[in-house]
C-alpha cells in the first residue's frame, strides 16, 4: 500500500457497545473475518452485491462506548447461555473480543456540560480512527430504547443549541443525541438503529447535512414491521382495502425489560406503525402491544391480525405468527450498514441516504416503506455508488462476502 | 359509432361459465357495469391504471360453455346462500344473469371426433362473437381442476394431432385441451386460470404462437401461493435459508370434492409448489397437501409453517393462517385478465403475454415469482402497450374502473 | 292445573333486556320453544339432564329493563345484519319479540333516591310475575361491563347503606347493583353474567342471604377464558410448570366499544385472569389485552400464547386462535342459568349456588375453576338437585330439552 | 432389610432401549435419582400421589434390548447436541449411564424359530431380574413404530400361535409382539408405548391375562391427541356439535423418518384419530397427516382447526399450534408407567390396569378418552391401591417424588 492510497480499514463505533446487539454483531462480524461462519443473514453478502467494492468483514475494527463494563467474552457466554448462538462460537472468538475490548470506552456519568460530554466521545472516536488508522468510521446506535424527549427550542436552531450545551448542569439533550453530536463533531458516518431521538433532532440533521457526512435511519426493521411492509403491498396490488391490522408482541430478555416501560415503548409503537399507515392508509385500526414476558427470553414472538375486504366486500383474514431471536435478526443488518454507509462514504456521498431504508421501520429522506422496493433501490444504489468509488480504493477486488 | 370504428364491446368466453368461479365473476360485472359495486379487488381498478385504455365494465359481453345446465340466477342464489355474497347483491343482477344465460351453450357428450368437438366450440365463439359485434373474445378457462393426461404424441405434432382428432372414438386431448384448440381456432384470447393441461401441450402453445392470438396462464394465484410469493423474496433479500415450507389446506364446497381426487390434486399440488421453489431453491422441504372439509364450504383455510436460517445459523419461525373464500379472490383476477387480454389485442400482441404473471401460480414466458416484481412488470406493461393502441380505439377515454 | 297446583311457568328478568346479549337469548328462546330450533349449545340440554324437571323452553315468559327503547323485533333485524344469525330466524320469531316487547321497561334517568329507583324497578318485577302467573322469576344481569366503583363504607353495613340509600341526590350504588338489591327485594332468583359489582358487594351477598333467594355469578366464561379453564388443568396433571400465558382479544361490535374504555376493562381483565391464576400459580406472567376493532363486527378473535417448562426443563409452547360470536356463546349459558336457578328454587335452595360455576369466570361459592370439574359439579348437583323438587311439580315429565 | 423382606428394586427393560426416548428416560431418571432435576412433567409426582407407595426414582434399574449398538452416553450427546436438554445434564449422568449400558442386550437377527428369539428375550429379562435382585421387572415398549401386520389365524389361538413360532424360518409375529410374548413368558409387567401390535393381538392379551401380569397400553399421549382429548369434552359439555378437526404434523428426527413411510403412519394415524372419534362422534371430519420435516429436528409442531357449530347453528373455530420435542414429553409418562405398574404388581393386581388410561391414545379396557376423566380414574386408582399394598412393603415411606 502506497502512502497515498486510502487505509483498507473501516471503524463500526457502536454506541450501547456492549449490549446484546452489539455483542452479536461483533462476534458474526469475527467470525465472518476467521472464516467460520457463513455470511447467511446478510443483504449486502447476496450475489447482488457481488461487483460493489464493500469492506470485507476483516477489515472493520469495532470500537464504541456503553454504560456497562461487562467484558464482551463474558457478555457472549451470557447470550450463548440464553440459547442465542452455540457456546463453541463464543469461544472461537473470544481472543478477538478481547481485543476488540481494548477499543471499547466507558460513558460515564454527565460532565460538567453536555458539550463536554460531546467533546469526549469525539475524541474517543477520533482517537480510534487515528490509532487504527480507519479511512472511515461508521457510528451505530444500538442503545436501549430511549423515552422520546418533549420537544425543546434547542432542537431547533443552532444557536440555541450552543448555548443550551455550554450551560453548566443542563442537559437538553437525551444521551442518543448527545453521542449523534459527537459522531457529527468527529466527522464519521452514522446510522440509528433505534427509535431514540438520537440524529432525528432537526438542528442536528442540519448539523450533520453541513458537516457533510453520511448518515441513515432510524430504527432497525428487523422482524413484526418487516413481515408488515412485506404483506401490506400484497394486499394494495391486488386492489383490497385493509381495515384493520392488530399485533401483539411477547418477549422477555433486556429489551422487554426497556419495553416494559410504557414511554420507552411509545416511540417504538409509534415508529412500527408509520410504515403501515403509509402503506395501507391512515384509517387501517391497528392496536399494537409488546409485553415483556421474561421467561420467553430473547425470542421475539409477533402475532398479527389483519383483516381486509375485496371484490364484492368479500372478507379476507390472515394471521401470522413470527418467532426469532431479534438480536440475531438484527445484527447483520448493522453490519450491512457499515459496509453501505462506507460506501457512500468512499464514493463522497454525504447527507442522509435515503436507498438504505430497507434497514428501517422509520426510512429517513424517503416515503418508501414496501420491502421489495426498498430492496430493489439499495441494490441499484450500491451498483450505482460502486462506479463513483475510486478505482484506487483499496478493496476494488474484494468479494461481496469479504471471505478470503 | 362510424362503420370502421372499432366495437367498443369485449366478449369473456368462459370455460365452466357456470361453475362458482365463473358465476361470481358474472355477479360482480353485472355489478360493477350497473355502479352498484366498487371496484375493490381488481389489480387494474388501481390508480397506476388510470391511464390505461381498459375495456369498461359495462363493455364486457359474457358467454361460455359448461357441462351443467343450472340457469345461472340459481347458481348466483347458491353461492349467496353459502355466505359468499348478500342475496340483495344476486337479486339485484338477477336480470343480467338471466340475459347472460342465453349466451351459454352446453357443452354436450363427445361428437364423432375431437376435432367435431374443436369445430363446435370455436362455432359458439363465432357466433358469439358476431352476434354481439365483439371487437374480441377472450376465453378463460375457470372449469374443474383435471387429472393430468399421460404424455402422447399427438401433444408434441401438429400432423399427430390433426390426425388424431380426426380419428373417431379417439379422445387424445383432455376436455381443457379440447377448448384451448377451439379458441385458437376461433382467433380469441385466451386464459388458462386452472392447472389443467389446457393449452399447455407444446402442439397446442405452437398452433397458438401461428395463430396470432394473445394468451396467458397459467392457474390462478389467489391466496396461499399469492401469499408465498410475497414471503419468500423477504427471506432472499435478506440473506436468509428457506429449509422448509410445509402447508396444509382445508376447503369444502365444489373444489374441495375436486380436489379429494388424488388424481385431480396431483397437478394442482405441483402447480402451487413451482414458485416456491423457484424463489428458494429447489432443496426446500415444502410437504403440501389440501384436504375436503365439507362443513368449511368455499371458504379455504391455509396454514403454512416456514423454517428459515440466518445470521451464525439463528432460527426463525413463520406461521401464517390464510382464510377467505377462494372464489371470490378469483373472480376479479379473471375480469382483470379479460380486460389485459383485451388490452394486448387492442394494441396487437400475439404471443404469450409474459407480464401477466402476477395473476398465475405457473406463470408462462417468465420465470418470475415473485409477486412485488410481477406486479411491477404488470403495470409498466400496460402503460407502455397503452402507448400502442390507436387513437381511435374507442375507450379511450374510458377511466381505469369503467364507471361512469 | 288445580288452584294449590304451583304455575307451569317461569319468567326470565333481564337487566340489560335490548343488548345484543338478551336479543339473542330471546330469539333463541322462541326459536326453541316453537321447535324450529335445536337445543344445540346449552349443557342442560345434554342428555345427562334427561331426567331433570327443567323447565321448558315453552314455559319462560322474558321481562326485563333497559336504557334503550330500540324494539326487540328491531334489534333481531340489526344482529341478523351483522351476521350473527340469518335474518329468516329473525323473521320467525319476530311476532314472539313484539309480544315480549310489552314485558320490557324502560330503566329511567334517576329518581329522587336510589331506594326509589331500587323500588320501581321490584314493582316492575312483582307485577311481572303477577301478570304471568309465575312460579320464580330469575334476574339475570347482561348489561354492558360498568367500571368498579371506589369502595364505601355503605357497601359493607346494612345500616350504612340504608341511610345511603335514602339520601336525595346520593348514588352510592352504580346501575348493576341498584338492579340487584331490587332483585333481592322482589325475592327473585339472580344471577350475574357481567363483571360489573351487581350483587357482589358484601352488604348486598348479605341481603340475598337474609332473603332466602338463590344465585349464583359472575361474569359469563364463554370463549377465551373457557378455553383457558379447559387447557391449564392439562398442564398441571402433567405435572408442568407453565410460566407465562399472554392473550390478546380482539372484538368490535358494541362490546368492543365498551371495553375500549380502560375503566371499564379494568374490571373485565381482572375477572379473566382470576382463574388463570387459581389454576396455575400466582407467578404466571399474563398479560392480556382487550382491542376495539370495529371492522370485526360481534366476533371476538383472541389469541392466546402458553409457554410451560416440563421434564428437564424442556419448553412447550401453545398457541390457541378462537373466533366466534361472543353473543352467540353467551345466550345458551344465560337460559342455562334461567332453568338451573328456577330448579334450585323449585327444590327449595336457597344462598350461592356454587356448583354453577362452570358458567363464570369468577364462580361465587367455589374456588374450583378446572372446567372438567365444574362441569361435573353441575350435573351431579342437577341431578340431585331434582330428587328435591316436589312430584306436583308441574314439569315432572319435561324431557330436558323442552321440545314436545 | 430381612431376608423375607421384598427387594426395594424395580427394573424396567425397555424394548427400543437406545432410542431418543428410552435414552431420555433413562438420563432423566439418573438426574432425578442424583437430586439434580426437579420432578417437573410427571404426573406422580404430583400432591396428590404424596401418600402412594411409589418406587423412588433411585430405586429403578433400567435394563433393555436394542438393534442399535450404540453407547447410551453416545446417545445422549447426540441428543443434546439436538437441543433436547444441555450437555451438562448428559455428562452429570455419563456414569450412571456407562453403567445402565451395562444392562443393554442386542436384539439380534431373527434365531432359527420365533419361539427361541422370544426365549431368548425372556431370559435376558429373568437375568436382569436375578442380578439386580429386583422385585417386579416392567417391560415398556418404545420402539419405533411397526407397520401393523396382516391378520393371522396365530393371532386368535394359542395353540395356532404355538405351532406357528415353533415353525422354523415362520415369523408370524412383528417384532414388537415377539417382546411382549417374552414379557409375559418371564412374567413382567408390561406398557405398550407405541401403536405396533406389541401385546395387542388377542392371543397375546388372552395369555397375558393367564399369566396374571399387569399390563397397560397403547400409544402414548404426549402432544397433539393429549390436547384433543382435552379440547373435545368442552366442546360435548357446552353442548357443541364439533363438524371437523383437521391435524398437521410436522416433525423431523427420527419418528419423522420412521412416519414419513406411509405403512408405519397408518397405525400411528388410527391410533391418534380414535379418542377424537370417541368424543366427538363417528362423523367428525378429521383428515390428519404427518409430514418428515428433517430441519425441524425432534420437535415437533402441530396445528389443529377445529370447526364447530353452536346455537342457532352459530359457527366457533379454534387453532392451536403445540410445539415441543415429543421425546421430553413422552419421557416421564414412560417412568410414571413404571412406578404405576410397579404398584399394581405391589398390590397383586393382575391383567389389563384400564385406569392408566391418561397415558395412552388407545386406552386398553376403557372408553374413556377424556383427559381429566383419565387422571381423576388414575388419581384415585393409585389411592385405592396403596391401601393394597403390603405395610411390609419397602417403600411405604417413600415420598412420592422419589427425591430423598
Given amino acids: 500500500m502506497s502512502p497515498q492510497s486510502p487505509s483498507p480499514l473501516v471503524g463500526a463505533w457502536f454506541i450501547g457497545a456492549r449490549g446484546s446487539l452489539a455483542t452479536t454483531a461483533a ?24 461487483g460493489v467494492p464493500l469492506v470485507g468483514f476483516d477489515q472493520i475494527v469495532i ?88 420537544d425543546h427550542p434547542a432542537f431547533h ?39 431514540s431521538a438520537g440524529m432525528s433532532l ?5 448539523r450533520a447535512d453541513a458537516a457533510g457526512i453520511a448518515f ?22 391486488r386492489g383490497f382495502t385493509v381495515l384493520s391490522w392488530a399485533g401483539a408482541n411477547l418477549l422477555g430478555g433486556g429489551d422487554g425489560a426497556t419495553l416494559a416501560d410504557p414511554e420507552a415503548v411509545r416511540s417504538k409503537l409509534a415508529s412500527k406503525n408509520r410504515g ?3 402503506l395501507v392508509g391512515e384509517n387501517v385500526v391497528a392496536p399494537l402491544h409488546i409485553d415483556n414476558v421474561p421467561d420467553l427470553g430473547d425470542v421475539k ?26 438480536s440475531m435478526l438484527a445484527a447483520p443488518l448493522v453490519l450491512d450498514l457499515v459496509r453501505a454507509l462506507a460506501l457512500a462514504a468512499d464514493a463522497g456521498q454525504s447527507g442522509v441516504v435515503a436507498e438504505l431504508g430497507c434497514f428501517f421501520k422509520d426510512p429517513w429522506g424517503s416515503d418508501v416503506h414496501a420491502f421489495a422496493d426498498q ?22 477486488l474484494e468479494p461481496a462476502t469479504g471471505s478470503r
Fill in 157 to 195: 436552531s443552532d444557536e440555541a443549541l450552543r448555548e443550551a450545551l455550554a450551560t453548566p448542569g443542563l442537559a437538553v439533550l437525551p444521551p442518543s443525541s448527545v453521542a449523534a453530536a459527537a459522531a457529527i463533531q468527529a466527522g464519521a458516518a452514522y446510522a440509528g438503529f433505534t427509535p
Fill in 216 to 237: 441513515a435511519g432510524q430504527d432497525g426493521k428487523t422482524g413484526e414491521t418487516l413481515l408488515r411492509t412485506v404483506l401490506a403491498p400484497m394486499f394494495t396490488a
Fill in 276 to 278: 403501515l399507515h403509509a
Fill in 27 to 50: 462476534i458474526g462480524l469475527h467470525a465472518l473475518a476467521r472464516g467460520i461462519a457463513e455470511p447467511v443473514g446478510l443483504t449486502t453478502a447476496s450475489p447482488d452485491f457481488a
Fill in 63 to 150: 470500537g464504541g462506548h456503553d454504560v456497562s463494563e461487562t467484558p464482551l467474552p463474558h457478555r457472549a457466554q451470557q447470550l450463548a447461555a440464553g440459547g442465542m448462538f452455540p457456546r463453541e462460537l463464543a469461544d472461537a472468538v473470544a481472543d478477538d473480543l478481547a481485543r476488540t475490548d481494548e477499543n471499547l470506552r466507558i460513558a460515564v456519568a454527565a460532565g460538567p456540560t453536555q458539550q463536554h460530554d460531546i467533546d469526549r466521545i469525539a475524541d474517543d472516536i477520533a482517537a480510534f480512527r487515528a490509532r487504527h488508522g480507519l479511512r472511515t468510521v461508521v457510528v451505530v446506535d444500538v442503545s436501549s430504547t430511549e423515552p422520546l424527549p418533549a
Fill in 375 to 396: 430492496v430493489r433501490d439499495f441494490t441499484e444504489w450500491a451498483q450505482r455508488t460502486a462506479l463513483y468509488t475510486q478505482s484506487e480504493t483499496a478493496p476494488e
Fill in 301 to 326: 414472538t409477533a402475532w398479527d391480525h389483519v383483516h381486509a375486504v375485496g371484490f364484492l366486500g368479500t372478507r379476507v383474514t390472515l394471521q401470522t405468527t413470527w418467532s426469532a431471536f431479534d
Fill in 202 to 206: 432537526p438542528v442536528l440533521r442540519a
